[in-house]
């Protein structure tokens, strides 16, 4: 069955790039059902949605994080990325790479996530 | 975008039924049917437990069920059972993205 695998550095300095990777095993990156999504989960907090891409490339992100976000896909290699530039303390969390359910972006909700990579900005 | 607002608690013996509420506003929980639930246990990823308010994935016992209500939708747990201790968040859809609740501990007794 699909799989979701987050990868990237644990560590990251104050005011550098933040960077995460998500690989899709089992299944195609460009099948229907394919808005891919990045969610964060703060030290315990709650659930905060940082964006979503679609296959070909479309991106949509949350609105508080919209300047320092950029997320890509590479379909030759069935993954998707995040770049969040300029960290701080707050951006450290538990990151998860997410499958929308549904073809259609507004159902929203996610059927699959990844175990999720934990990241930790300091000095 | 603000975060739906849970309880921080709730609990319930074995056996017994638990109600989890989500409150939003209109322009979210109360204009969509796109609601969803997530369970998480400490230190793993969440599971999708019900999604478009009152729909089960597979694999999802029928014990969870889901409503809603103007703008707060509920996460209903029939019969509890010792697996269902774990934390519990809703998201709803707000028009041009979405927006998770701050999440609900929910204890079996």
């Known amino acids: 069955q699909v799989q979701l695998q987050e990868s990237g550095p644990g560590l990251v300095k104050p005011s550098e790039t933040l960077s995460l990777t998500c690989t899709v095993f089992g299944g195609s990156i460009n099948s229907d059902n394919c808005y891919w999504g990045w969610i964060r989960q703060s030290p315990g907090k709650g659930l905060e949605w940082i964006g979503t891409i679609y296959y070909t490339g479309s991106t949509f992100y949350n609105p508080s994080l919209n300047s320092r976000v950029a997320m890509s896909v590479d379909t030759s290699k069935n993954q998707f990325s995040l770049r969040l530039t300029s960290v701080t303390a707050a951006d450290t969390a538990v990151y998860y790479c997410?499958?929308?359910?549904?073809?259609?972006?507004?159902?929203?909700?996610?059927?699959?996530w990844g175990r999720g990579a934990r990241v930790n900005v300091s000095s | 975008q603000s975060a739906l607002t849970q309880p921080p608690s709730a609990s319930g013996s074995p056996g017994q039924s638990v109600t989890i509420s989500c409150t939003g506003t209109s322009s979210d929980v109360g204009n969509y049917k796109y609601v969803s639930w997530y369970q998480q246990h400490p230190g793993k990823a969440p599971k999708l437990m019900i999604y478009e308010v009152n729909k089960r994935p597979s694999g999802v016992p029928d014990r969870f069920s889901g409503s809603k209500s103007g703008n707060t939708a509920f996460l209903t747990v029939s019969g509890l059972q010792a697996e269902d201790e774990s934390y519990y968040y809703c998201s709803s859809y707000t028009g041009t993205d979405g927006v998770f609740g701050g999440g609900t501990k929910l204890t079996v007794l």
């Open positions: 997410a499958r929308h359910g549904s073809k259609w972006y507004t159902d929203w909700f996610f059927d699959l």
